[in-house]
C-alpha cells in the first residue's frame, strides 16, 4: 500500500519569505515619520523644560544679589591673568567651571540642550575648548555685560561689576511675559550665549547682534523662557529691522533662515 500523501508543509518558501519581508519594510517605513516626530516632540519638552528651570535659576540669583537678574558676562582681574564670569560658565586660565546660576538651579544637566552633543565634562576642568549649551541670554536689556578690566582716570582699577554696562533689574520689568530670558542660541557657526536683539541700540555694533540670533530648526521653530517663567515656541524666524540695508548680514553671519530674530524690532526683548 503507498503511504498516503500529508497535505500539510513544513518551512518557508522563497515568495512567503519575500512577501513577508517586503510588509515587514512597508511597516518600518510607515512607523519611521512617527518615530522621527515623537523624538523630535520629546526634544522639544525638554528644550521648554531646561528653558523655564533657567527662569527660576536667574530669579533665585536674583533674590539674593540685591534684585540683580545674573550677569551675562564679567571680567575680573585676576593677577596676570583674566577671571571671565558668565550666566553659564565661568573661565581662567583656559579651565572652566559652572558659572553665576548653577547653584540655583540643582542640576546642571539643564544647561544642556539635547539638541547638541554634552561638552566634556566641567569637574575635571575644560582646557582650550569654549563648551556651549546651546541656550542664550537677554544681554541686550537683562544681563549686565562687562568690559574688559582698566584703569580709571584717578588710577583706579574697573573690573567686574564697576565696570559693566548694567541690565535691568526685575522689578524695572513692565512685560515679563513678553521679554525673552533664554532661548536656543544661534548664528551661522553654530550657537551662541548671548542673545542679542535687532534694534542695535545698546550695541552699537550690528555684527554682535546678527551673531546672536536664535536657532530655529525647521518645523520645530525655536524655543523661549520669559522672564514670567513660562516657556513656548516661536515657529517664524524674523530678519531684523536692518536687514534691508544690510543683506550680508543674513547670510555672513545669521544664516538665515537657520537662525533668526523673535521680532523684527526689539519688541520681544525690552522690558
Given at each position: 500500500?503507498?503511504?498516503?500523501?500529508?497535505?500539510?508543509?513544513?518551512?518557508?518558501?522563497?515568495?512567503?519569505?519575500?512577501?513577508?519581508?517586503?510588509?515587514?519594510?512597508?511597516?518600518?517605513?510607515?512607523?519611521?515619520?512617527?518615530?522621527?516626530?515623537?523624538?523630535?516632540?520629546?526634544?522639544?519638552?525638554?528644550?521648554?523644560?531646561?528653558?523655564?528651570?533657567?527662569?527660576?535659576?536667574?530669579?533665585?540669583?536674583?533674590?539674593?544679589?540685591?534684585?540683580?537678574?545674573?550677569?551675562?558676562?564679567?571680567?575680573?582681574?585676576?593677577?596676570?591673568?583674566?577671571?571671565?564670569?558668565?550666566?553659564?560658565?565661568?573661565?581662567?586660565?583656559?579651565?572652566?567651571?559652572?558659572?553665576?546660576?548653577?547653584?540655583?538651579?540643582?542640576?546642571?544637566?539643564?544647561?544642556?540642550?539635547?539638541?547638541?552633543?554634552?561638552?566634556?565634562?566641567?569637574?575635571?576642568?575644560?582646557?582650550?575648548?569654549?563648551?556651549?549649551?546651546?541656550?542664550?541670554?537677554?544681554?541686550?536689556y537683562l544681563?549686565?555685560?562687562?568690559?574688559?578690566?582698566?584703569?580709571?582716570?584717578?588710577?583706579?582699577?574697573?573690573?567686574?561689576?564697576?565696570?559693566?554696562?548694567?541690565?535691568?533689574?526685575?522689578?524695572?520689568?513692565?512685560?515679563?511675559?513678553?521679554?525673552?530670558?533664554?532661548?536656543?542660541?544661534?548664528?551661522k557657526d553654530?550657537?551662541?550665549?548671548?542673545?542679542?536683539?535687532?534694534?542695535?541700540?545698546?550695541?552699537?555694533?550690528?555684527?554682535?547682534?546678527?551673531?546672536?540670533?536664535?536657532?530655529?530648526?525647521?518645523?520645530?521653530?525655536?524655543?523661549?523662557?520669559?522672564?514670567?517663567?513660562?516657556?513656548?515656541?516661536?515657529?517664524?524666524?524674523?530678519?531684523?529691522?536692518?536687514?534691508?540695508?544690510?543683506?550680508?548680514?543674513?547670510?555672513?553671519?545669521?544664516?538665515?533662515?537657520?537662525?533668526?530674530f523673535l521680532?523684527?524690532?526689539?519688541?520681544?526683548?525690552?522690558?
Amino acid at each position: 500500500m503507498m503511504p498516503s500523501h500529508d497535505s500539510r508543509r513544513f518551512g518557508v518558501t522563497i515568495i512567503e519569505l519575500l512577501v513577508t519581508l517586503g510588509v515587514v519594510t512597508l511597516l518600518v517605513a510607515l512607523l519611521m515619520p512617527g518615530l522621527a516626530l515623537v523624538r523630535r516632540e520629546s526634544r522639544s519638552q525638554e528644550n521648554l523644560s531646561n528653558l523655564r528651570q533657567l527662569v527660576i535659576g536667574a530669579s533665585g540669583y536674583a533674590n539674593v544679589s540685591r534684585e540683580w537678574l545674573p550677569p551675562a558676562v564679567l571680567f575680573f582681574a585676576k593677577g596676570a591673568s583674566i577671571k571671565t564670569r558668565g550666566w553659564d560658565y565661568e573661565e581662567q586660565g583656559g579651565a572652566f567651571s559652572p558659572g553665576v546660576i548653577w547653584a540655583f538651579v540643582g542640576d546642571g544637566r539643564i544647561f544642556q540642550s539635547p539638541d547638541l552633543p554634552p561638552p566634556e565634562r566641567l569637574a575635571s576642568g575644560v582646557t582650550g575648548i569654549e563648551p556651549f549649551t546651546g541656550y542664550n541670554y537677554n544681554t541686550t536689556y537683562l544681563g549686565s555685560e562687562g568690559a574688559l578690566p582698566g584703569v580709571s582716570a584717578d588710577g583706579q582699577m574697573l573690573d567686574g561689576w564697576a565696570n559693566a554696562r548694567l541690565g535691568a533689574r526685575p522689578a524695572q520689568v513692565r512685560r515679563p511675559d513678553s521679554t525673552a530670558c533664554f532661548g536656543e542660541g544661534g548664528w551661522k557657526d553654530g550657537p551662541n550665549r548671548f542673545m542679542r536683539a535687532p534694534g542695535n541700540s545698546v550695541e552699537f555694533n550690528l555684527g554682535t547682534v546678527y551673531a546672536g540670533g536664535q536657532a530655529f530648526r525647521g518645523r520645530g521653530g525655536t524655543h523661549v523662557a520669559w522672564l514670567d517663567g513660562h516657556a513656548s515656541r516661536v515657529s517664524e524666524p524674523r530678519e531684523g529691522m536692518h536687514a534691508a540695508s544690510n543683506a550680508w548680514l543674513l547670510t555672513s553671519l545669521m544664516d538665515f533662515p537657520r537662525n533668526g530674530f523673535l521680532s523684527d524690532d526689539d519688541s520681544a526683548y525690552a522690558p
